[in-house]
């Protein structure tokens, strides 16, 4: 694993994602590991897209059509009569620290009646943060897990005004989770991103496979994601949104008001869309010579 990680720059995750061990040297070349996907990122993103990103108050504010929610930040004591306002709509909430990765630190909180600046206080205590309008998650995805928000992540490249879809996964939350991030025990399989259904088993970051659901027994392989073409249409819009923004990870969950944004990431980890052996290393390749043909030609 140390070797790996030197040689090739596998994180242990991905070691055990990909069951690197097990890989002959021309299985190994084709994985597209974290250390690549940043060094790609680097190329052909702009620096002040990483910045956007990671702020889930700002990338709001750029993409506030298509969430199709309420959503608030707050950063100081300043900000407590927009707290205030928002509970006055919303005494259901989802609350999310402001830079917080893989579902670190997220809760929900239903029917709350509590003093506003009792509540307010408790959650700036932790730093700044946003508190969002909960998703009424359509029947289709609650099929595989209820308890949690079943997303999907869309990867995309964009080249001038083409978009191109290169990869996608569907991950779940297990057990009494509200969260599906992998980092917090979430598990997540690969969609065929052309057709739009499951076609793999799941995963998890422990390496366990799964054929069916460990809690609702639904079976992956062939499940159909909802509207797979109207989600398709959405990451191609959202992508065409800021420039600069080459190579993103799109997350986006099914509610009852059909698609929606979740987050993006200019990074976004590889291994949910490429962690059962559908590897994109030379798919991204590829891309990346078009996209410096492209820029060459202008």
């Given at each position: 694993m140390i070797?790996?990680?030197?040689?090739?720059?596998?994180n242990?995750?991905?070691?055990?994602?990909?069951?690197?061990?097990?890989?002959?040297?021309?299985?190994?070349?084709?994985?597209?590991n974290?250390?690549?996907?940043?060094?790609?990122?680097e190329?052909?993103?702009?620096?002040?897209?990483?910045?956007?990103?990671?702020?889930?108050?700002?990338?709001?504010e750029?993409?506030?059509?298509?969430?199709?929610?309420?959503?608030?930040?707050?950063?100081?004591?300043?900000?407590?009569?927009?707290?205030?306002?928002?509970?006055e709509?919303h005494?259901?909430?989802?609350?999310?620290p402001?830079k917080g990765?893989?579902?670190?630190?997220?809760?929900i909180?239903?029917?709350?009646?509590?003093?506003?600046?009792?509540?307010?206080?408790?959650?700036?205590?932790?730093?700044?943060?946003?508190?969002?309008?909960?998703?009424?998650?359509?029947?289709?995805?609650?099929?595989?897990?209820?308890?949690?928000?079943?997303?999907?992540?869309?990867a995309?490249?964009?080249?001038?005004d083409?978009?191109?879809?290169?990869?996608a996964?569907?991950?779940?939350g297990?057990?009494?989770?509200?969260?599906?991030?992998?980092?917090?025990?979430?598990?997540?399989c690969?969609?065929?991103?052309?057709y739009?259904?499951?076609?793999?088993?799941?995963?998890?970051?422990?390496n366990?496979t799964?054929?069916?659901?460990?809690?609702t027994?639904?079976?992956?392989?062939?499940?159909?994601?909802?509207?797979?073409?109207?989600?398709?249409?959405?990451?191609?819009?959202?992508?065409k949104?800021?420039?600069?923004?080459?190579?993103?990870?799109?997350?986006?969950?099914?509610?009852?008001?059909?698609?929606?944004?979740?987050?993006a990431?200019?990074?976004?980890?590889?291994?949910?869309?490429?962690?059962?052996?559908?590897?994109?290393?030379y798919?991204?390749?590829?891309?990346?010579?078009?996209?410096?043909?492209?820029?060459?030609?202008?």
């Open positions: 070797y790996s990680l030197h040689r090739f720059g596998i242990f995750t991905e070691y055990f994602v990909h069951k690197y061990y097990s890989l002959n040297a021309l299985g190994r070349d084709q994985i597209n974290l250390r690549l996907q940043y060094g790609f990122c190329l052909v993103n702009e620096p002040e897209v990483r910045e956007l990103f990671d702020n889930k108050g700002a990338t709001y750029k993409f506030k059509p298509f969430y199709k929610r309420d959503l608030i930040t707050v950063n100081s004591i300043e900000d407590l009569h927009i707290f205030e306002s928002f509970l709509q005494n259901s909430f989802i609350y999310k402001l990765v893989c579902g670190k630190g997220i809760k909180y239903k029917d709350i009646y509590a003093d506003h600046k009792v509540l307010f206080d408790d959650f700036l205590k932790n730093g700044p943060y946003v508190i969002e309008e909960l998703i009424e998650q359509g029947e289709e995805m609650t099929l595989l897990h209820p308890e949690s928000i079943n997303t999907l992540r869309i995309t490249f964009r080249i001038k083409d978009v191109i879809i290169y990869g996964a569907v991950r779940m297990t057990g009494r989770s509200i969260v599906d991030n992998a980092g917090s025990g979430g598990i997540f690969h969609v065929n991103h052309d739009g259904f499951i076609d793999t088993n799941a995963k998890d970051y422990l366990n799964y054929v069916y659901h460990p809690d027994a639904i079976r992956f392989i062939g499940f159909n994601i909802p509207q797979w073409e109207e989600a398709k249409e959405l990451v191609i819009s959202m992508a949104i800021v420039n600069g923004a080459t190579v993103i990870s799109w997350d986006l969950a099914y509610s009852k008001k059909g698609w929606c944004m979740v987050e990431n200019d990074v976004g980890g590889q291994n949910m869309i490429q962690g059962n052996g559908v590897y994109n290393k798919i991204l390749h590829n891309l990346m010579d078009k996209y410096f043909d492209t820029c060459h030609d202008n």
